[in-house]
């Protein structure tokens, strides 16, 4: 790999990771593509590599929520029993999926979280900041367990992290507090991209060449986006990311009617 | 605030800081040396078995914590949660 190389894969990682943490989404969903499209990853490495820069994700910016004690581990802990069943299962049958399937599931993903990002852009807007979190305790534990047995899946299968799944659920049938569903999420995501992520990287389907650099530009961009995510309003950022997602989604759509992802 | 035990979400929190900047600083060493000397590249797969390895880690540390509050419940949650990705892990060798 020749430098020139290297240094662009840090600052893919370093926009994914800086602009998710800064967001509040995961940076994942548009590596995955521009691995695919642009440097001629097959869907399951592109698929493995991403689940590493998912765990450096959470890693990076979860350690900061759980000291500000907005993350509910406990909540976290008992909803990980569904996500990692998920993930494992959804792992293991991926390598049996054709690369092309993947990639229609995953543009529809694509799709489906830009309209999500856009939902939350509109929220932001106007949505006063939370400072105190209120008392509360989380309702309907089966539906929260379903929808994370879901997500989990997700995560193995297209290696995200699958927070844009588990967040409206914790919110509005498990009846957490936004902030508390997002951190909480978070916090999962380790867990549940790590379980995937043993099933690829033993697989060899984690090439180290491209996941290192990636990773370590993710980890920069994410602490550096968490440390300063309280002083700015998401909105643009939230604005670009569905921009950058819808384009990588078009790219995709034509790259699948043309013949390719074979 | 009653949810969330303040002690032990600092250690958690450690544990998750320190895996991070574990992993970060072998991962940028390794990628920097690996165009000097030939086993730059190793320390690089170490980082990333370092990232591998935190989410274990704190599950480990998460169940400890529990056991420590006699909070058997959510100890035995995590303890399965652990069981769960070391099938993962097995698994993901085998096939």
């Given at each position: ?27 994942g969903i548009i590596v995955t593509p521009l691995l695919a499209i642009?440097?001629?990853l097959?869907m399951?490495?592109a698929i493995?590599v991403t689940l590493?820069c ?52 995953f543009?529809?993903?694509l ?47 297209l290696g995200i ?87 990588l ?14 | ?95």
């Amino acid at each position: 790999m020749t430098l020139a190389t290297m240094l662009l894969l840090v600052a893919i990682g370093f926009g994914a990771g800086g602009f998710g943490a800064l967001a509040g989404v995961g940076g994942g969903i548009i590596v995955t593509p521009l691995l695919a499209i642009y440097f001629g990853l097959p869907m399951h490495q592109a698929i493995g590599v991403t689940l590493l820069c998912v765990i450096a994700t959470s890693t990076a910016t979860s350690s900061q929520y759980v000291e500000r004690h907005v993350t509910d581990v406990r909540l976290g802990m008992t909803l990980e029993l569904a996500t990692t069943v998920g993930a494992l299962i959804a792992a293991l049958v991926a390598h049996h999926i054709n690369r092309r399937t993947l990639a229609v599931l995953f543009a529809c993903f694509l799709l489906y979280s830009a309209g999500s990002m856009i939902k939350k852009a509109w929220n932001s807007r106007h949505a006063k900041r939370e400072e105190v979190i209120p008392d509360y305790t989380p309702q309907n534990y089966p539906m929260g367990l379903a929808a994370s047995l879901i997500a989990g899946g997700f995560s193995g299968l297209l290696g995200i992290g699958g927070g844009p799944i588990k967040v409206p659920v914790m919110l509005l049938f498990m009846k957490v507090p936004l902030r508390v569903a997002a951190a909480t999420s978070n916090f999962m995501i380790g867990v549940t991209a790590g379980t995937s992520a043993y099933v690829y990287w033993g697989r060899g389907d984690v090439r180290v060449d491209i996941a290192a650099p990636l990773v370590a530009g993710v980890f920069a961009g994410s602490l550096l986006g968490a440390r300063i995510s309280p002083k700015i309003r998401a909105f643009y950022i939230l604005m670009l990311l569905v921009c950058i997602a819808g384009w990588l989604a078009a790219q995709m759509i034509y790259k699948l009617l043309t013949g390719g992802f074979q | 605030m009653s949810r969330q035990d303040v002690a032990a979400d600092r250690v958690l929190s450690l544990t998750l800081k320190f895996g991070a900047y574990t992993a970060f600083a072998l991962i940028v060493a390794g990628l920097g040396l690996q165009f000097f000397v030939p086993w730059g590249i190793r320390l690089t797969t170490a980082g990333l078995l370092v990232l591998l390895a935190t989410p274990v880690l704190r599950i480990i540390v998460a169940c400890l914590q529990f056991l420590r509050e006699r909070d058997f419940r959510y100890a035995l949650v995590s303890f399965v949660v652990l069981a769960i990705v070391v099938l993962a892990y097995v698994l993901g060798i085998q096939t």
